[in-house]
């Protein structure tokens, strides 16, 4: 019910619902003796926040610590270690750790990241959507210095998630976006899948950056010297977004509640453009359109160049 009401809008109740998330057997509920924060003035605690689920879901929601921080004294966050040298440079956040390495006394109270939109109601009209929330570390001092049209590709998400099938495609699904002329793309997928790429041949210009890529915050480096990046429902479609950059995400027949219905923007995140499946597991239209936009930029480029 909760994520039939967030894909319809309504968020001030979908929120709501979605608490009973900790009462199904796919949640872990967080092991702690302390108190969960409800909302209430703590102005003289320590709040500990949790990442829940996965990366992308703790990128999207990371945006609410500036909010909660103006309630509590200090914040801790708690997250996977590929996510800490991205955070570090949120002000609002004193304290960064990994799982196992918290000790009680180093806070008074405690609550689930995903759970910080309901505790301050949030509704569609107030999602705060003040972009970049996130900005790169420079780490690793990853330089991108070419001068054509530069694009990020990631076609396909964690092989683990549940519906994997439906929201990953095939590097050959994206050959009519990569024989675009003028463009030069960078694969930023990550894991066994970025070995498709020796399925593209020709003169596609295509850079596989896989091993520079060490945690979230080489990629937002790398993120930030594009100028687009094309990508499936993934954790860089919300790092891009959460950049500030242009962000074109392919979706599903039947995608997750955050995208929301019919739409071809989210609140979410500003600089964002939506493609969706109008059948399922038909890639071809989504990517023709997809094809098609980028075209229309390198053609205005060159008519402006020329």
């Not at 991205?86 to 689930?112: A, H, Q, T």
Request: hydrophobic share 35%; glycine share 4%.
């Amino acid at each position: 019910l909760g994520m039939t009401l967030l894909k319809n809008g309504d968020l001030k109740r979908g929120f709501a619902e979605y608490e009973w998330r900790w009462k199904t057997t796919e949640f872990s509920p967080f092991k702690c003796p302390h108190p969960r924060w409800k909302g209430e003035d703590i102005n003289n605690k320590t709040l500990l926040v949790h990442t829940e689920q996965g990366a992308g879901d703790a990128i999207q929601f990371i945006r609410y610590i500036p909010l909660v921080a103006k309630h509590c004294q200090s914040i801790i966050l708690v997250c996977p270690p590929e996510l800490i040298p991205l955070f570090k440079n949120i002000p609002e956040i004193d304290k960064l750790m990994p799982p196992g390495e918290l000790e009680l006394s180093e806070f008074d109270i405690y609550v689930p990241l995903m759970s910080l939109p309901y505790i301050v109601g949030t509704s569609l009209e107030k999602i705060p959507a003040n972009i970049p929330y996130l900005k790169s570390t420079n780490s690793n001092h990853i330089n991108i210095t070419d001068s054509q049209y530069k694009v990020g590709i990631v076609w396909s998400g964690s092989p683990t998630h549940k519906n994997d099938c439906n929201r990953s495609c095939k590097i050959t699904d994206f050959l009519p976006i990569l024989q675009v002329p003028g463009v030069k793309f960078y694969s930023l997928q990550k894991g066994e899948r970025r070995k498709e790429l020796t399925k593209v041949t020709g003169n596609i210009q295509i850079e596989d950056l896989s091993s520079q890529l060490n945690n979230y915050a080489d990629t937002a480096t790398v993120i930030e010297q594009l100028d687009l990046v094309i990508t499936v429902d993934t954790s860089v479609a919300h790092l891009a977004g959460a950049l500030g950059k242009n962000v074109w995400t392919l979706l599903c027949f039947n995608p997750d509640w955050r995208w929301l219905q019919k739409v071809e923007n989210t609140p979410w995140y500003p600089t964002m453009k939506l493609f969706r499946q109008s059948q399922s597991r038909q890639w071809q239209e989504v990517i023709e359109k997809v094809q098609a936009e980028l075209w229309k930029i390198m053609t205005e480029k060159m008519i402006i160049k020329c």
